[in-house]
T-cell receptor, first 114, second 112 residues
């Protein structure tokens, strides 16, 4: 069964350092999402890509977060500088055409900022 | 705006008990509704969905009915198992945007 790959699974970083997460969606899925899930809360959309274009980044803290999907395939989410409040699970998901919300989530990257 | 409110957790039940997790929503337009499940250390998995009013989604013994008149999508299961222990998220799909809005999640623990 096809999966959304994310790496690393776990990341510990010191505050003010830079950190990056990688996501490889299911082959052929045009839409890619990055969600942030703070402990005890539901996931919150950070950024949505359609192919290589950003469709929605209204909740992305643009002063410190950036996301790219240069060739419309894999994607990188970066935080610089990291803050204590960024500690969370970062989930990537992808979906194909058809508008049926056929999301597949990756296993996530657990970030701890110390 | 669009939002989802879930029953406060955690919920602890004995095996074979009846489960209900309440979910209500606020949305513009006609959203699709979903239940996702998250097992420890894993990502979210789609459990079931309903795309229009009065639809019933079902999977693995779980059911939920899209009630437009009460803006609800409560999750039910007649007889839970220890393996159902997980965090359950209700979500709505924003019409035309392919974007999901999640509730805060309900942690379910089933004791043998």
């Amino acid at each position: 069964e096809a999966e959304v790959a994310q790496s690393p699974r776990y990341k510990i970083t010191e505050k003010s350092q830079a950190v990056a997460f990688w996501c490889d969606p299911i082959s052929g899925h045009a839409t890619l999402y990055w969600y942030r899930q703070i402990l005890g809360q539901g996931p919150e959309l950070l950024v949505q890509f359609q192919d290589e274009s950003v469709v929605d980044d209204s909740q992305l803290p643009k002063d410190r977060f950036s996301a790219e999907r240069l060739k419309g395939v894999d994607s990188t989410l970066k935080i610089q500088p990291a803050e204590l409040g960024d500690s969370a699970m970062y989930l990537c998901a992808s979906s194909g055409q058809g508008g049926d919300y056929g999301y597949t989530f990756g296993s996530g990257t657990r970030l701890t900022v110390v | 705006g669009n939002s989802v409110t879930q029953m406060e957790g955690p919920v602890t039940l004995s095996e074979e008990a009846f489960l209900t997790i309440n979910c209500t929503y606020t949305a513009t337009g006609y959203p699709s509704l979903f239940w996702y499940v998250q097992y420890p250390g894993e990502g979210l998995q789609l459990l079931l969905k309903a795309t229009k009013a009065d639809d019933k989604g079902s999977n693995k013994g779980f059911e939920a009915t899209y009630r437009k008149e009460t803006t609800s999508f409560h999750l039910e299961k007649g007889s839970v198992q220890v393996s159902d222990s997980a965090v359950y998220f209700c979500a709505l799909g924003i019409q035309g945007a392919q974007k999901l809005v999640f509730g805060q999640g309900t942690r379910l623990t089933i004791n043998p």
